[in-house]
């Protein structure tokens, strides 16, 4: 068990020193870079947006209804939805979910190339296959997750005022004021800067399960699953790490 | 000419490689023969660099392709073309993109000429209509046609084909030979098929080498293969007949 986890940190860091070499074919990587761009971060703005307006709402809707009291300023509930979005949610929970469409999507993409032979005819004609494949989508995933981080804390923050606007659960005034209140730029950096490792750990894990897929469909389905597991599992112990060096 | 010495090869505890040593000559269809699991695959593989022997020198021209800089086997490779058996498109993109993809990663030619030089090359295999099409949209056979219009897109002087025809009708796979055989031909190139299609032994082989069980067990012109006295060839020849 122990040789087998060294043995897949090993393969994995040398996918990674494959994966960083200077791009052969610089238009080529552009496109790419492009292209995943769209696929893996346009893509996933949809759901980001949805999950993030639901969150925001249920946030409210939960705090006032279970965590507030009476002797409590009405601000608070504002307050504390802020921090539960700007510190875990906007950046630790989205990028679970994304761990789970894109990893997957990275994992079974890649898994797929490497059944079908088509990483073996790039290696064949001298093309370095892991940073064709992985550089491109590591990259995109780099540069789309703080993005989406970012619409996803304002979409938990409409997602707020639709439903105490909506439902009467708190004036319009104490949220905004809850929201501004006792405000640290600070906590909103440090869910930026974890959400680029998570993002780094979502495309590398899952390309590498990808690229080490032997076998067939069976093994391909498989890798996926393992991709989402073990990325969402990195995501929290890096979790853990990051928010203790960040916040500590 | 590719030259192999004394070829080992192991997965883990057994010997699927017995010092497998021949020669593949220049502007000549060279076939590999052998029942399935007679390790020719990973002896191909082992020829184009996909895998690295325990033991012994795979010699292009004189080259040792396991033993090369990572920029000369760059360069090396540019002189190789591989057919693979499932044909080994990329899925996203066309058929013209197929062709191109080694042009546009390795030639300094111009756009226009990388655009010239592969639809030649698809009008060589016979597919200038379907240059938009997607590989999903292809018959295997177009698929292996297609295939090899973008292993010669850079001109190779080897040229690698691992069981061409499977999967193929027997229409598609004399199809597939002849187009194989003559590029061979008419460009002078280094060809070595993997195969265990008798008809391809009969229509394109010129020199054979026959595997059994990980040992090079017979090799020869395939005009004195079937006088063959080696007793597991011959069954191999008879299970045809």
Same mark, same amino acid.
């Given at each position: 068990?122990?040789?087998?986890?060294?043995?897949?940190?090993?393969?994995?860091?040398?996918?990674?020193?494959?994966?960083?070499?200077?791009?052969?074919?610089?238009?080529?990587?552009?496109?790419?870079?492009?292209?995943?761009?769209?696929?893996?971060?346009?893509?996933?703005?949809?759901?980001?947006?949805?999950?993030?307006?639901?969150?925001?709402?249920?946030?409210?809707?939960?705090?006032?209804?279970?965590?507030?009291?009476?002797?409590?300023?009405?601000?608070?509930?504002?307050?504390?939805?802020?921090?539960?979005?700007?510190?875990?949610?906007?950046?630790?929970?989205?990028?679970?979910?994304?761990?789970?469409?894109?990893?997957?999507?990275?994992?079974?993409?890649?898994?797929?190339?490497?059944?079908?032979?088509?990483?073996?005819?790039?290696?064949?004609?001298?093309?370095?296959?892991?940073?064709?494949?992985?550089?491109?989508?590591?990259?995109?995933?780099?540069?789309?997750?703080?993005?989406?981080?970012?619409?996803?804390?304002?979409?938990?923050?409409?997602?707020?005022?639709?439903?105490?606007?909506?439902?009467?659960?708190?004036?319009?005034?104490?949220?905004?004021?809850?929201?501004?209140?006792?405000?640290?730029?600070?906590?909103?950096?440090?869910?930026?800067?974890?959400?680029?490792?998570?993002?780094?750990?979502?495309?590398?894990?899952?390309?590498?399960?990808?690229?080490?897929?032997?076998?067939?469909?069976?093994?391909?389905?498989?890798?996926?699953?393992?991709?989402?597991?073990?990325?969402?599992?990195?995501?929290?112990?890096?979790?853990?790490?990051?928010?203790?060096?960040?916040?500590? | 000419?590719?030259?192999?010495?004394?070829?080992?090869?192991?997965?883990?505890?057994?010997?699927?490689?017995?010092?497998?040593?021949?020669?593949?000559?220049?502007?000549?269809?060279?076939?590999? !023969?052998? *029942?399935?699991?007679?390790?020719?695959?990973? @002896? =191909? $593989?082992?020829?184009? /660099?996909? +895998?690295?022997?325990?033991?012994?020198?795979?010699?292009?021209?004189?080259?040792? !392709?396991? *033993?090369?800089?990572?920029?000369?086997?760059? @360069? =090396? $490779?540019?002189?190789? /073309?591989? +057919?693979?058996?499932?044909?080994?498109?990329?899925?996203?993109?066309?058929?013209?993109?197929?062709?191109?993809?080694?042009?546009?990663?390795?030639?300094?030619?111009?756009?226009?000429?990388? +655009?010239?030089?592969?639809?030649?090359?698809?009008?060589?295999?016979?597919?200038?209509?379907?240059?938009?099409?997607?590989?999903?949209?292809?018959?295997?056979?177009?698929?292996?046609?297609?295939?090899?219009?973008?292993?010669?897109?850079?001109?190779?002087?080897?040229?690698?084909?691992?069981?061409?025809?499977?999967?193929?009708?027997?229409?598609?796979?004399?199809?597939?030979?002849?187009?194989?055989?003559?590029?061979?031909?008419?460009?002078?190139?280094?060809?070595?098929?993997?195969?265990?299609?008798?008809?391809?032994?009969?229509?394109?082989?010129?020199?054979?080498?026959?595997?059994?069980?990980?040992?090079?067990?017979?090799?020869?012109?395939?005009?004195?293969?079937?006088?063959?006295?080696?007793?597991?060839?011959?069954?191999?020849?008879?299970?045809?007949?």
């Amino acid at each position: 068990m122990l040789r087998r986890l060294l043995h897949s940190i090993g393969s994995y860091l040398l996918l990674m020193r494959r994966t960083f070499a200077r791009p052969q074919q610089m238009r080529i990587f552009r496109q790419q870079y492009l292209h995943e761009l769209y696929s893996l971060g346009y893509n996933s703005l949809f759901i980001v947006i949805l999950m993030s307006f639901f969150i925001g709402a249920l946030l409210c809707v939960q705090i006032k209804l279970n965590v507030w009291s009476p002797w409590m300023p009405r601000f608070t509930i504002g307050y504390a939805m802020r921090e539960v979005i700007l510190l875990e949610f906007a950046s630790s929970i989205i990028c679970i979910i994304l761990a789970g469409k894109v990893g997957s999507n990275i994992a079974s993409e890649i898994g797929t190339m490497r059944v079908t032979q088509q990483i073996d005819a790039l290696d064949v004609m001298g093309v370095n296959s892991a940073s064709y494949i992985l550089l491109p989508k590591i990259l995109a995933m780099v540069t789309a997750i703080p993005l989406l981080v970012t619409f996803s804390i304002a979409s938990g923050f409409i997602g707020a005022y639709v439903v105490c606007w909506a439902g009467g659960f708190l004036s319009l005034a104490d949220l905004t004021y809850g929201l501004q209140h006792d405000y640290v730029p600070w906590h909103l950096w440090s869910g930026y800067i974890k959400s680029l490792v998570f993002a780094f750990i979502i495309a590398s894990v899952s390309g590498f399960f990808g690229y080490t897929v032997r076998g067939g469909s069976i093994e391909v389905g498989r890798a996926g699953t393992n991709s989402v597991v073990v990325s969402s599992v990195l995501i929290l112990f890096f979790d853990l790490m990051l928010t203790n060096l960040l916040m500590g | 000419m590719i030259s192999l010495i004394d070829i080992q090869k192991h997965f883990e505890d057994q010997e699927v490689l017995h010092h497998i040593s021949a020669t593949f000559e220049e502007g000549k269809t060279n076939l590999i !023969i052998g *029942r399935s699991g007679s390790g020719k695959t990973v @002896l =191909l $593989r082992c020829i184009i /660099g996909l +895998l690295t022997p325990d033991n012994g020198q795979v010699l292009y021209d004189g080259r040792d !392709i396991h *033993r090369l800089s990572k920029h000369d086997g760059t @360069l =090396l $490779r540019q002189e190789m /073309g591989m +057919l693979f058996q499932g044909a080994a498109l990329f899925d996203s993109m066309n058929v013209l993109e197929n062709v191109m993809f080694p042009l546009d990663m390795f030639s300094s030619k111009t756009h226009r000429e990388r +655009l010239a030089r592969a639809r030649f090359c698809l009008d060589r295999v016979g597919l200038t209509d379907a240059e938009n099409k997607m590989p999903s949209e292809l018959s295997g056979g177009m698929q292996k046609r297609v295939a090899i219009a973008r292993a010669i897109a850079l001109e190779p002087r080897y040229l690698f084909c691992d069981e061409p025809n499977s999967g193929l009708d027997p229409i598609s796979s004399r199809i597939i030979d002849r187009l194989i055989s003559d590029i061979t031909h008419e460009y002078g190139i280094t060809t070595i098929v993997n195969t265990h299609d008798m008809a391809s032994v009969r229509g394109i082989g010129e020199q054979v080498l026959f595997i059994h069980d990980g040992y090079a067990e017979w090799t020869g012109s395939n005009a004195t293969l079937y006088t063959s006295e080696n007793p597991h060839l011959r069954e191999f020849l008879e299970s045809d007949q």
